[in-house]
């Protein structure tokens, strides 16, 4: 860059006062001569410090940034909790398969024969494909609730969450960042004293006596006088080295761009990086509220879970006695009672599966919203179907891609980004600023001392930079098209995550319905067997079958309950409205 400063400044002081010299900042690389550096240098240096300073502090930030996330802020939206393809019999299972529970994989053995599908213990439902990773509180609270709705926890886990604190933090850097660039285009005042002991060598400035041009003179071929590598003029009179003397200065400096386009748009891009900032915590908070109110469907699906396998071992007992009781009346023989006694025992293994998985729930749950670990807290909200109409892809559709929040993160990084471009465009406009300095120069803070003052405005034009701007606005091009590709695969993104959803929705409710029916068939199937083997016109074999298919009937409802609220949780995530979800 060419600096061409202007004749328009003017240098003082009072009569009979000599120029003081200034120090200058150790990376400035100007002369430190008598008489000082152009005016408004220093200041233009410590302004081109701080850019590349901000360049920099840039370039880390994005190197940081999490590989496959796009722009910042940006996550993928979650799939469909069951596909299309499932079938009623499997939902208990998850988008990446059946979930083993802690101990093993808890299905229950059934005998040959059983009319009801198997179904798993302590699956929990799962998002499949690139999602966001689930992160915990960075907070605690101080102390439990008593109980607690999926509104509150969502309330908490938003409060709480390390996804959502970082988004506002990031949000709070983008201003900072902002601040930095106005910082720019406003006055600049700033103040320095110094007080010095020094010596000067004027032979080597090109100041001689004439003594000492006579004696270079008569030194031979070696001398340093008498050719065009000489050390200058004679100056009679004038010693060749002077000092030690003392200096004093102490003055304000200030500085004002009075043009300054690539500054000016520099701001505008700026502005528009905070709203980015500001969509991004925006779409934390929907993030988070995603997987809170999936974890406080698992745990609650947990609960169910207990319940189920507690009624089951309920019904085992009572079955084993009443074969120990037709063994006595000479009904039935040891093989019924042996029969029925794994069945209990098999159960009562079910029961500690049940409770271990729904014990982990509730820890992920708490982890995500800062309750304490191992809390007491009651959660409320219970598993249901819910009777609201399926709406319709035409009616979901236009609704979702105007409350998504990456359609509106996508529309504005554009934005900025031309924005961006257009400042990095802007760095080959001239930059007019205006500079002075005023302040005491004297020997000591007590001697000799006289104000001094310089003004005057300087005009920076850059003439060849070896394509470094052209290198930046090409870079900046490149990602404005990488954002509008960003915002097409976004738009579709949107119509796949409402179709998805809607799909998922509808096969839920008929899982539902079908488990209703297999819960009601089943208690009717085992009140038959019981009743034959109570008058003796059968062994409990076909009682132990019953009683296993109406064990699978109960797990089988509730895990088409959790795939149901899933379904749900999954619409309302793709509408973007998983604030607002509710069981």
């Known amino acids: 860059m060419l600096l061409a400063t202007g004749a328009a400044y003017a240098q003082g002081a009072a009569p009979g006062a000599t120029p003081a010299t200034r120090p200058q900042p150790a990376a400035s690389g100007s002369q430190a001569g008598i008489g000082g550096p152009p005016v408004g240098q220093p200041q233009m240096q410590q302004l081109q410090q701080r850019r590349q300073q901000m360049q920099q502090d840039a370039s880390q ?271 039935a023989n040891g093989i019924d009672v042996v029969r029925a006694a794994t069945r209990a025992s098999q159960q009562r293994l079910r029961v500690v599966q049940a409770e271990a998985a729904f014990a982990q729930d509730r820890l992920d749950l708490e ?45 504005q990084t554009i934005a900025q980004r031309a924005l961006d471009r257009r400042s990095r465009a802007a760095a080959r406009i001239p930059v007019i600023a205006a500079a002075a300095d005023y302040g005491a120069s004297a020997s000591t803070p007590w001697q000799n001392e006289h104000a001094t003052r310089t003004y005057g405005v300087t005009l920076s034009v850059p003439v060849f930079d070896g394509g470094y701007i052209r290198g930046r606005e090409n870079q900046a091009r490149s990602q404005e098209r990488q954002a509008e590709l960003e915002l097409g695969n976004t738009r579709g993104q949107v119509e796949q995550d409402v179709r998805n959803a809607l799909l998922a929705w509808n096969l839920a409710l008929e899982q539902v319905r079908s488990a209703d029916e297999q819960l009601d068939l089943a208690g009717r199937e085992l009140a038959l067997a019981t009743q034959r083997f109570r008058a003796g016109v059968a062994d409990n074999l076909e009682v132990l079958q019953a009683q296993a298919g109406l064990a699978n009937a109960r797990a089988l409802r509730v895990q088409a309950l959790a795939q149901y609220g899933g379904a749900r949780l999954n619409y309302a995530a793709a509408t973007g409205a998983a604030q607002q979800f509710t069981l």
Do not use: C, H, W
Request: net charge positive; charged share 15%; glycine share 14%.
């Open 61 to 331: 930030q994005q190197l940081q940034q999490q590989p496959g996330g796009g722009q910042p802020g940006r996550v993928s939206q979650p799939q469909p909790l069951v596909g299309p393809g499932s079938q009623p019999g499997q939902a208990g299972e998850t988008a990446g398969g059946s979930a083993p529970a802690p101990g093993g994989q808890g299905t229950v053995g059934e005998p040959s024969g059983s009319s009801t599908p198997q179904a798993p213990v302590g699956g929990r439902v799962q998002y499949g494909g690139n999602v966001p990773t689930p992160t915990g509180a960075a907070r605690t609270v101080a102390q439990a609730p008593a109980t607690l709705s999926l509104p509150e926890a969502i309330k908490l886990g938003i409060d709480n969450n390390l996804t959502t604190l970082l988004a506002a933090e990031r949000a709070n850097q983008a201003r900072a960042l902002r601040q930095q660039v106005r910082s720019f285009i406003l006055p600049n005042l700033s103040g320095m004293a110094y007080q010095q002991n020094r010596t000067l060598n004027l032979a080597a400035l090109g100041l001689t006596s004439g003594s000492d041009q006579s004696s270079m003179g008569n030194g031979g071929t070696g001398g340093m006088g008498g050719g065009t590598g000489g050390g200058g003029a004679a100056t009679p009179g004038i010693p060749s080295f002077v000092g030690p003397f003392n200096t004093f200065d102490a003055r304000l400096y200030f500085s004002q761009a009075l043009l300054d386009i690539a500054s000016l748009r520099q701001l505008k891009s700026s502005t528009a990086a905070v709203q980015v900032a500001e969509l991004g915590t925006l779409l934390a908070r929907e993030q988070v509220a995603t997987f809170v109110a999936l974890a406080y469907l698992n745990a609650q699906r947990g609960s169910l879970d207990v319940r189920a396998a507690r009624a089951d071992l309920a019904l085992a007992e009572a079955l084993r006695r009443l074969a120990q009781q037709q063994r006595d009346a000479g009904v």
């Open 367 to 411: 982890r995500a919203i800062g309750l304490p670990q191992g809390s007491a807290t009651q959660l409320v909200d219970t598993l249901g179907l819910r009777p609201e109409l399926v709406p319709t892809v035409a009616e979901a559709l236009p609704a979702a891609q105007s409350a998504r929040v990456e359609a509106r993160l996508a529309e």
